[in-house]
Antibody
Framework: QVQLVQSGAEVKKPGASVKVSCKASGYTFTSYGISWVRQAPGQGLEWMGWTSANNDYTNYAQSLQGRFTMTTDTSTSTAYMELRSLRSDDTAVYYC??????????????WGQGTTVTVSS | QSVLTQPPSVSGAPGQRVTISCTGSSSNIGAGYDVHWYQQLPGTAPKLLIYGNNNRPSGVPDRFSGSKSGTSASLAITGLQAEDEADYYCQSFDSGLSGSDVFGTGTKVTVL
C-alpha cells in the first residue's frame, strides 16, 4: 500500500542540527512531490515547505528560510528534511506528506507517522 | 500566526449537525485557491477529509461535506458520532509572502 515511513525520534541540544528521513513506498516516487509539516506540542499544523521529487523545484516557508533544507534521493525513494540552529521552539512532531498534485496548495493525501524532535539543553 | 481563522472549538450531541468555518482573505481563499480539510485524532497524523473544496476521498463517510464561498469555507458534519471527536484543520494557498501553503488555526470537535 501507499505509505510514508519516517525515521525515529530525536533529542537535540540548542544550536544543533537534525535530519529526518521519509521513505516512500507503494507509488512512483518521482511522480509526486513531498511536503513537510510540523506541529508543536498542543499547537496547530505549520506548513514548512514543498519539494518536487527530483529537487528541481522547492518552496520554503519564509519563517524557516536559511535554516531549513529539503532534499530527496530518487534511488531510494526517500525524502529528507534538515533543520539547523535548533531552538527550543523547534520542538515539535515533524510530518512528511504527499501532495496529490504538483501545484501550490494541493491537498496532502498520504502522511508519514510523524517524527518527534525535542530540543533541550 | 495563521492567515486562516477557525473557531477553537465546536460541540454537538450525537446525531446533530455541526459546522466549522475557515475564514481567509483575498490572498488565499478569496483568490480562488482550493480549500482542503483534515481530521486529526489524538496522537495520530492528520488524515485528508475533503479536497478541492467539496470532494471526499474514497472511504470518507458522506456525513462530511465541504463548501466554499467568497473568502471563507466550511466543513459540515451531519449525524455526529463519538468517533468524530477530533481536531479539524483547513488548508489552502496564500499568494502573499512569496506564496505558501497555509493551515487554519484548528478546531476541536467535542461530542457531548
Amino acid at each position: 500500500q501507499v505509505q510514508l515511513v519516517q525515521s525515529g525520534a530525536e533529542v537535540k541540544k540548542p544550536g544543533a542540527s537534525v535530519k529526518v528521513s521519509c521513505k516512500a513506498s507503494g507509488y512512483t516516487f518521482t511522480s509526486y512531490g513531498i511536503s513537510w509539516v510540523r506541529q508543536a506540542p498542543g499547537q496547530g499544523l505549520e506548513w514548512m515547505g514543498w519539494t518536487s521529487a527530483n529537487n528541481d523545484y522547492t518552496n520554503y516557508a519564509q519563517s524557516l528560510q536559511g535554516r531549513f533544507t529539503m532534499t530527496t534521493d530518487t534511488s531510494t525513494s526517500t525524502a529528507y528534511m534538515e533543520l539547523r540552529s535548533l531552538r527550543s521552539d523547534d520542538t515539535a512532531v515533524y510530518y512528511c506528506a504527499r501532495p496529490g498534485m504538483a501545484v501550490p496548495g494541493s491537498s496532502m493525501d498520504v502522511w508519514g507517522q510523524g517524527t518527534t524532535v525535542t530540543v533541550s539543553s | 500566526q495563521s492567515v486562516l481563522t477557525q473557531p477553537p472549538s465546536v460541540s454537538g450531541a450525537p446525531g446533530q449537525r455541526v459546522t466549522i468555518s475557515c475564514t481567509g482573505s483575498s490572498s488565499n481563499i478569496g483568490a480562488g485557491y482550493d480549500v482542503h480539510w483534515y481530521q486529526q485524532l489524538p496522537g495520530t497524523a492528520p488524515k485528508l477529509l475533503i479536497y478541492g473544496n467539496n470532494n471526499r476521498p474514497s472511504g470518507v463517510p458522506d456525513r462530511f461535506s465541504g463548501s466554499k464561498s467568497g473568502t471563507s469555507a466550511s466543513l459540515a458534519i451531519t449525524g455526529l458520532q463519538a468517533e468524530d471527536e477530533a481536531d479539524y484543520y483547513c488548508q489552502s494557498f496564500d499568494s502573499g509572502l512569496s506564496g505558501s501553503d497555509v493551515f487554519g488555526t484548528g478546531t476541536k470537535v467535542t461530542v457531548l
